[in-house]
């Protein structure tokens, strides 16, 4: 059973012995998994992770009468949809990826009443883009204070969709939206992000010819699908972990199956922080006694094609403590975690200052010293267990639940590399 304490014994090089093959990301499997339930055709999708929001969101799936089953690492998906039947689904309240089972709902029983996405608490979960999707393919949705119902209407035809800006929840809800009402879908600003362009590689395999062009994506939903298989790739945050924690520490690490375009800019955001990472096919590796000059860098998370996953900034956060430079960190894109990342970092002695509730900067290089912190949400959490790899001396991490949330075993992945991590056993 995973314990929620730990003492991390930092100071010490992460080294991997051999090449480090990522776990299937959360973040990529959840849409994948949602969208099993849509296709109307079988779907096994291959290397499911265990992290808690994976096991959450299948057990929504099975509790909503859906036809999915776990076999191994794999899901399985039948076409017959509905047991009749829709059970207790309250625990949606404990993901933010709930709404992704908005479209599998609504083909099974053309209705879709859920609670408000929960999940980390790091900022406002709105969801009016979504509802604004639904609108479009003439769905109805009511909210109330503990949450929302979608009612599918039975509108036909192309539907085009212009987004405000780039969701990436909202983008899987048109794409799912538009498998399962069979219609044509145009969304101009699409989220193109790896994990949705894993999802519409899938769709594709499933027999809906989807494709980007430029700044829309096209999908047919009206086609006729055929049996599929996906599979989850590796989790890049895991592989974003990895690196920072070889780099922060003075180590080294191999990582294979990679795609690195799935990094997007953080790669570049470890060359201005003098680390050579470096890209081959299929591969990513950093060996950090190759250390040069660092540069002030500026993460700012961003949706844009190719720009900085939001996921990716608390771990540079920690790794920039340890380089020269004037350093420059946001998200806006989710407002609350600032207010939970910057007082566990200053638990290790880290001076950050606020410029606003999303932006903020820090003058490196700084030495962490042994704390007590809490994995408040699960990029908190990862980033306090990095700030105690670096942080020479005993620390304790409390609330690894929210860690297990988004990673089947990061404790274990980092002990593999030489991390020396304690549970705590219960009195
Ligand atoms: C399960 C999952 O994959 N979660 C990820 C997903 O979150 P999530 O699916 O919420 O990301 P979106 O791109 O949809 O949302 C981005 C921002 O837009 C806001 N918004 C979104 C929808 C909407 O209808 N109205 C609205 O205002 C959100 O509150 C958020 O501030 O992308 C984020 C940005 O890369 C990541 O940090 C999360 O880890
Ligand atoms: C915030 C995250 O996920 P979610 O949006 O599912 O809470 C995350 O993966 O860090």
Known sequence: ???DTVTVHGGYALTSPATVTP??????????????PCVGVPVLVHSVPSSTDIRTLVELMQTAGLSVAIEGRSLVSSPEHARGMVGDLSSAVRIRASY???????GAYGRADLPWPGGCDIGQRAMDLHFWVYAAFG???TTGIGGYTVEAGSAVGTVRIELPFRSRGATVAAALRA??????LVLVWPNRSPEVETLVNALNLAGYPAVFDDDTLYLEGDAAPTAAQWRVPGDKIEIGTLLCAAAATGGRVRIGAVEPAHLGSFVPALHTLGFDAVTGIGTVELDASRTGLSADLVAVADLEPGGLDADFEPLLMVLALGRAGHHLFGDAINPGRHGHLLPQLARFGAHITTESAVRCRLRGPQALRPAQARATDIRTGVAVLLAALVAPGESR?????????GHEDLLGVLSSLGAYIQHEVPA
Not at 26 to 35: H, R, S
Not at 397 to 405: F, K, M
Request: charged share 15%.
């Open 1 to 3: 059973m995973l314990q």
């Open 23 to 36: 776990t299937p990301s959360k973040n990529a499997g959840l849409p994948l998994l949602a969208a099993a």
């Open 100 to 106: 992704y089972l908005v479209p599998a709902l609504l």
């Open 139 to 141: 769905d109805s949705s």
């Open 179 to 184: 498998v399962v009402a069979r219609r044509r």
């Open 397 to 405: 991490i409390e609330g690894l639940a929210q860690v297990a949330r």
